[in-house]
């Protein structure tokens, strides 16, 4: 059964940085493109940034461009976000997504950002 896990969330404040992990298991991972979606509370999820399968190509929302930078090792079926700079609108729960022929989500890992 394929699982997404994702780790690196918690508590930072304004100004800080973390690191997220997305292991996949039970799937091709080299042929998905990768994702990170994020949930505010009282918001719609968005779109956070995303990866080619190869990896050759990202893209990122506005709202996190140079503060944010997405990865992946296709040998430990692994992607992260690199977040830097935090803000407390960043606060969210963060979601992983793999999308091919079908649609894979996680469970999400909380980020918080407050003094």
């Known amino acids: 059964q394929v699982q997404l896990v994702e780790s690196g969330g918690g508590l930072v404040q304004p100004g800080g940085s973390l690191r997220l992990s997305c292991a996949a298991s039970d799937l091709t991972f080299s042929r998905y493109r990768m994702s990170w979606y994020r949930r505010a509370p009282g918001k719609e999820r968005e779109l956070v940034a995303s990866?080619?399968?190869?990896?050759?190509?990202?893209n990122y929302a506005d709202s996190v461009k140079a503060r944010f930078t997405i990865s992946r090792d296709n040998a430990k079926n692994t992607m992260y976000l690199q977040m830097n700079s935090l803000k407390p609108e960043d606060t969210a729960v963060y979601y992983c997504?793999?999308?091919?022929?079908?649609?894979?989500w996680g469970q999400g890992t909380q980020v918080t950002v407050s003094s």
């Open positions: 990866i080619t399968s190869a990896g050759s190509s990202t």
């Open positions: 997504n793999a999308r091919w022929i079908s649609d894979y």
